[in-house]
């Protein structure tokens, strides 16, 4: 591909939060690589997605030790487009990356060990061609190990300097409670929780999640906030052949998508409709509805999708009105 130019414009039309009581800030949209970024996927349009996304302002791009297909091919195409794309501009992205899911055979490659999560990390690194990421996250809880054991291990991780920050991912409030009492203690500079949220996944607000984030002023990064693509127009008129759900069922299933959730889906497009807003906007619109929320992470299988989800920052914020009447129908 051509040599890259990031546009002077990229930082006029982003919104940036604060993370928790931080001083990072996030792009309110951030670019997810857990697909389309693997091995069996087409090189020039990962790099093609990267420049949409930073020409757009997004600045935060979130991997795991495990994305691809195969594992751990994501951060070495994502390590190939830093060399080949952002050489140069290091300082201006947020790279965040994650361990604690099946990584490599034997007792030693998952959950939260201290063993497992510092030798994660220093195999992304390589991937990546870091010396460091910007945010390395827990990537769920582990009832096996201590949790002392797991922040421990976070903290000496900040402390080797192989992050700047540290977050947990797919906890519950009361284990956040916990960790963070631990991370306080020890000055561990403990800022975010990545979980799955979205109008038809309101978990974190049921566990106690979200409402702990925001007692303690950490901040909360949102994925599927689509509903793993539910929430867009592909489901508009039933069940496309070539969508996630049809061709991988890993996630979203074909047994999922009933006749009363389509129905919810069209008229929340409906809403979308009148607020001159696409159906995915709204989602992520609603999303970033309060403070508790820091960013929104999208996944993209071509630059259009960036463009239209990036597009949330120019639009008006839902009215109390509108955001009634979501929960009328998500409750119907």
Request: charged share 20%; glycine share 8%; proline share 5%.
């Amino acid at each position: 591909m051509a040599t890259y130019t990031p546009s002077p414009a990229r930082y006029s039309t982003m919104t940036y939060n604060r993370v928790g009581k931080s001083g990072l800030k996030l792009p309110a949209v951030s670019l997810g690589l857990w697909h389309n970024f693997g091995s069996i996927d087409n090189y020039d349009n990962m790099v093609a997605m990267c420049r949409t996304a930073f020409d757009l302002g997004i600045t935060h791009f979130d991997l795991a030790n495990n994305y691809g297909p195969v594992p751990g091919s994501a951060e070495t195409n994502f390590g190939k487009i830093l060399r080949d794309t952002f050489g140069g501009l290091r300082d201006e992205l947020i790279i965040s990356t994650k361990a604690g899911y099946d990584m490599w055979p034997g007792p030693y490659g998952d959950l939260g060990s201290r063993k497992y999560l510092i030798a994660s990390l220093d195999q992304s690194l390589k991937r990546l061609g870091l010396e460091y990421v910007d945010i390395f996250y827990h990537h769920r809880m582990d009832p096996e190990t201590p949790l002392e054991e797991t922040m421990l291990a976070l903290d000496q991780i900040v402390r080797s300097g192989k992050a700047l920050y540290v977050g947990i991912s797919n906890y519950d409030g009361a284990t956040l409670a916990r960790a963070t009492a631990i991370l306080q203690e020890l000055h561990t500079p403990f800022i975010i929780n990545q979980n799955r949220y979205s109008i038809f996944d309101r978990t974190i607000e049921k566990n106690g999640l979200k409402a702990t984030a925001r007692t303690l002023g950490k901040g909360i990064i949102a994925f599927s906030p689509l509903a793993q693509g539910l929430l867009t127009d592909r489901y508009l008129n039933g069940l496309p052949s070539d969508s996630r759900a049809v061709k991988s069922g890993k996630f979203l299933k074909p047994n999922d998508i009933t006749d009363s959730v389509l129905q919810k889906v069209k008229a929340l497009n409906q809403i979308a409709k009148e607020h001159g807003c696409s159906l995915s906007q709204l989602a992520l619109k609603w999303v970033l509805k309060d403070s508790d929320l820091t960013s929104v992470l999208i996944g993209a299988s071509r630059p259009s999708q960036i463009i239209d989800n990036a597009g949330i920052v120019g639009i008006a914020p839902l009215t109390e009105e509108e955001l009634a009447e979501i929960e009328r129908v998500v409750g119907a």
